[in-house]
């Protein structure tokens, strides 16, 4: 033996792992035609030191010299699983099976890849081989079960994962894969007693303890989680996972607290890649205090675990782009995934909420197609359960009578759904139809929320309901058609509509995509908002004849006076924006700084919460330096809620894309500073281009990058249009088609009565 394989071996003997690796590596540099038992030492030392890179090229250097070693093959197999290299590792074990078939770790993990690959019925066929030559391995029959989960087999699956919990009562991950199945049944009572039955079996264990936690939360269930919670709390103070889940618990109503708890989480164990995230992802939502301050701690923290990316999972991959998004790291963010990858697992977990993201990293009409997809992915993944459990429904109305409309959204409220949506309730037609409404949201009435209660037939208000539960209480109902204006945001339940508790189903207002369900028949538009090419809706659009929204005059009012232009008080052009970071792109402030470095004397005023962080103010200066924008140019309005004023401090607004402004841009026309806009293919890209032309001023709604530089400029240069523009857009706005209120509701209830009630 060498000297350098007799190291190595010494430092294994002592426990010293990364001193044999370097010696083993040293080693075969050295002399690449070693025996194979180093190859095997090293690929394997590495596979349990975490380095599953280096695993995998060293297996692969083994391999060009013994290209029919189990050994080498398999620990290769599971390094390039580690990396998420699926196809890699499956060729890999795949190649390993045939060299030795009866090797069962090999077959198992071969197995474990089609798993990971979701070839539900190829791993059925390799862990039923297993499970016949050993049936009371539990782990095998687990696995079996999760092959048959992968199929929709549930109850065979249940049956698999009872056998491996009766041969093997300590197997945890077969108890949790149990209570998963039967809480994706919605079967709660089921879930709650097989996880009694599994601490029963297993006193303390605090992953059993955990999963009831969160059984109880996710059904809805808050405040017996929190008292479950507290419980253990009690008894086991030092427990790094009570400390999570109430920190997740908590946060909902006092985010200072609950990320006190999050950061004990953390402390009790630091190596838990999801505690980091969680209190990131609390961080980041913390609108308290300074918001720029705590969303800077959130990056910070989150660059600490961009380098574990073995460790990501749908969930880590969605906090990070998040944060990053929300700080303006473009690079940090692509560091994360890709598009395609991103959002396909995104919507493949379930997670619509990240979906939202992935609008405005659209380039090309290949990317349109892709994210449709991955609505559809996300859609099929709700619809296929839910066509497993069908509601109960009541027996048909009589012919005749109102027609019957629900409104389901947890918006309707003090929030900008609420705003626009308000017309409809101000001016229901009574005389045609019975208005119900339903909610989900989990804070306190408001004044907006009675008064649109003082206007319908029902407000059905239902914070702790399960989904499946919602959708057969709006079944009772018996509603004609039922509108969604939520999407998936906080506290809305998207899935309620995968369901079909009415016989019409459409979404307006809260989503500026097509969801991604076939339930839904239809999304509201308007001439402008439709996409010229249908192909880019899942859903049929549903025509109104001028404006798919109009101004709520409880929200919309004078309260906030009109200024004097900017420019008369400051002697330049300030451009700005007040839209959501999660719009900003390297083209869109590349674009904004090249509108600035046109304009001599110009600045750019960014009226945003985040502009009191320092990455975020960094990363924005940084983009405008590129185009020859010096800092001082660039001002930050650090704002969140009251910013309304600040509008005045602004001449001419510059929207993002493709992802356009909505709100944001119905507030700078009502505040009279005129829009620049870049109109493209998809509904996304024209929500702005809608209420300019309804606003009097669509010629600054254009179609190429050149055009919105140009009409920017020229703006800017035409101070006599500019001054008109500021004293007459309130007044076009509330005397054209987004002001005039009733005649939207009377044009909506029209547009609903045909569709439901077609002529002959």
Request: hydrophobic fraction near 40%; glycine fraction near 8%; charge should be neutral.
């Amino acid at each position: 033996m060498s000297d350098r394989l007799a190291a190595a071996q010494a430092a294994l003997n002592g426990g010293r792992r990364d001193e044999a690796i370097g010696h083993l590596i040293a080693a075969i540099g050295d002399d690449p035609a070693r025996p194979v038992q180093v190859y095997r030492t090293l690929t394997v030392q590495l596979y349990q030191a975490g380095r599953y890179e280096e695993g995998a090229a060293f297996g692969a250097k083994g391999l060009e010299r013994f290209p029919r070693d189990f050994d080498l093959l398999n620990v290769r197999g599971v390094n390039l699983r580690k990396l998420k290299r699926l196809p890699e590792a499956l060729a890999a074990l795949e190649m390993a099976t045939r060299v030795a078939p009866k090797n069962l770790g090999g077959l198992q993990n071969y197995g474990n890849v089609l798993l990971d690959l979701n070839e539900g019925a190829k791993a059925e066929g390799v862990f039923s081989r297993l499970v016949r030559i050993d049936p009371r391995n539990g782990e095998y029959q687990r696995q079996l079960g999760r092959a048959l989960h992968k199929q929709n087999k549930l109850e065979p699956a249940l049956v698999r994962f009872r056998q491996a919990v009766t041969v093997q009562p300590g197997l945890i991950d077969a108890w949790l894969d149990m209570v998963g199945i039967l809480g994706e049944e919605h079967r709660t009572a089921d879930a709650e007693a097989q996880l009694d039955r599994a601490i029963a079996a297993n006193p303390g264990n605090a992953r059993l303890l955990e999963g009831k936690t969160m059984v109880l939360r996710r059904t809805g269930q808050a405040a017996r989680a929190e008292a479950f919670a507290r419980e253990v709390l009690a008894a086991q103070p030092d427990a790094a996972w009570v400390h999570h889940q109430l920190g997740i618990m908590v946060s909902e109503q006092d985010r200072a607290a609950g990320n006190v708890l999050l950061r004990r989480a953390i402390a009790l164990d630091p190596a838990r890649i999801e505690y980091v995230t969680a209190l990131i992802e609390s961080l980041e939502r913390t609108r308290s205090g300074d918001e720029g301050g705590h969303i800077e701690e959130g990056y910070q923290l989150a660059k600490t675990i961009l380098h574990r990316s073995a460790e990501f999972t749908e969930s880590v991959t969605k906090i990070l782009c998040e944060i990053m998004i929300r700080v303006c790291d473009f690079d940090g963010l692509d560091q994360v995934g890709d598009f395609r990858t991103l959002g396909r697992g995104w919507a493949g977990s379930g997670r619509h909420t990240a979906l939202l993201k992935q609008l405005a990293r659209v380039r090309t009409d290949e990317d349109r197609r892709e994210l449709l997809e991955q609505h559809r992915i996300w859609g099929r993944g709700v619809e296929v359960p839910a066509s497993r459990r069908p509601i109960k429904r009541p027996p048909p109305r009589p012919p005749g009578g109102k027609v019957r409309l629900g409104f389901m959204s947890s918006d309707l409220r003090q929030h900008p759904v609420g705003y626009f949506a308000l017309p409809l309730f101000d001016h229901v037609d009574h005389e045609r139809f019975e208005v119900f409404v339903y909610s989900f949201y989990t804070g306190q009435e408001d004044a907006a929320q009675r008064h649109i209660t003082e206007r319908v037939t029902a407000y059905r208000w239902w914070p702790d309901i399960s989904v499946a539960g919602a959708a057969e209480k709006i079944a009772e109902d018996q509603l004609d058609m039922l509108i969604e204006l939520g999407g998936s945001t906080h506290m809305n339940k998207l899935e309620v509509m995968a369901y079909k508790p009415a016989p019409v189903q459409a979404s307006w207002l809260g989503y500026p995509h097509s969801a991604g369900l076939e339930a839904i028949d239809y999304l509201v538009c308007d001439p402008i908002t439709v996409p010229p090419e249908r192909e880019l809706l899942v859903e049929k659009p549903l025509m109104m004849p001028k404006s798919w929204i109009a101004l709520g005059s409880r929200f919309f009012s004078n309260t906030v006076e009109i200024k004097e232009a900017p420019e008369l008080r400051n002697g330049f052009i300030t451009y700005g924006t007040a839209n959501n970071p999660h719009k900003y792109t390297r083209e869109v402030l590349q674009t904004w700084a090249r509108v600035v470095a046109a304009t001599p004397g110009s600045k750019f005023a960014f009226i945003r919460p985040e502009g009191s962080g320092e990455s975020f103010r960094a990363n924005i200066l940084r983009q405008f330096a590129a185009e020859g924008v010096s800092a001082d140019r660039v001002i930050f309005h650090v704002i969140r809620g009251a910013h309304m004023p600040f509008y005045n401090e602004v001449d001419i607004t510059l929207d993002p894309f493709p992802l356009t402004g909505g709100t944001t841009t119905a507030e700078t026309l009502w505040m009279g500073v005129p829009l620049i806009s870049l109109i493209g293919p998809a509904f996304y890209e024209r929500l702005s281009a809608s209420i300019m032309t309804n606003s009097g001023i669509g010629d600054l709604a254009v179609n190429t990058l050149d055009d919105y530089l140009a009409a920017a400029v020229a703006l800017a240069g035409n101070r006599e249009r500019r001054l008109e523009l500021r004293g007459s857009l309130r007044d076009r706005m509330r005397n054209g088609p987004l002001g005039q209120t009733d005649q939207f509701a009377r044009d909506f209830y029209d547009m609903i009565y045909r569709t439901v009630r077609p002529a002959g």
